[in-house]
């Protein structure tokens, strides 16, 4: 369990920014990975040091999924015991019923759609997508998954070759 008040953002130059964890012991490190190649590294090394890069930011964010879900949790009791929501626990509500799409404002639906896949599975994922860090999307925007945008206000980077429907594709751009 994370404190996310400790949360550490790390400039990686050289791999031997990358904090390589035991078992034990992951730290709470986001790292920007701008000015890192990691085409400079063996395949071995790639295998490494990309994992972990990668797998504390999915700790952290998990640890904000599981504290949403904590929060769902005691508002749902609140609501079974016809206990009144406060300003916050109200915002709450109302802010994820729209992210999660949940039409019929129901907190068991929401709590239901707040899920993550296994940890292996996001890994695969941003191997899948940023070939173990080396593609150009991972390298200038921070973007493991190929997230496209679709928002000419928010960060994003054009796909160099990329059209859709005579459309240039966009990738968003994560700090």
């Known amino acids: 369990e994370y404190n996310l008040f400790e949360i550490k953002k790390v400039e990686i130059n050289t791999k031997n920014d990358?904090?390589?964890f035991n078992h034990h012991e992951i730290l709470p490190l986001i790292y920007d990975v701008n000015k890192f190649d990691y085409n400079l590294l063996s395949v071995a090394e790639k295998k490494i040091y990309f994992i972990n890069t990668?797998?504390?930011s999915i700790l952290i964010e998990k640890e904000k999924v599981n504290n949403l879900q904590k929060s769902l949790g005691y508002i749902r009791?609140?609501?079974n015991k016809n206990i009144a929501l406060n300003e916050y626990e109200e915002k709450l509500l109302t802010k994820n019923f729209k992210k999660y799409r949940v039409k019929s404002q129901k907190i068991d639906e929401l709590i239901s759609k707040i899920t993550t896949p296994p940890n292996d599975i996001i890994l695969a994922q941003a191997i899948i997508e940023t070939a173990w860090g080396a593609s150009r999307f991972f390298r200038e925007a921070n973007n493991a998954f190929g997230i496209w945008s679709f928002d000419e206000k928010?960060?994003?980077i054009p796909s160099l070759?990329?059209?859709r429907n005579g459309k240039r594709v966009y990738l968003k751009r994560y700090s």
């Open 154 to 156: 928010e960060a994003r």
């Open 77 to 79: 009791y609140k609501i």
């Open 161 to 163: 070759n990329g059209y």
């Open 54 to 56: 990668i797998l504390p």
């Open 18 to 20: 990358i904090v390589v």
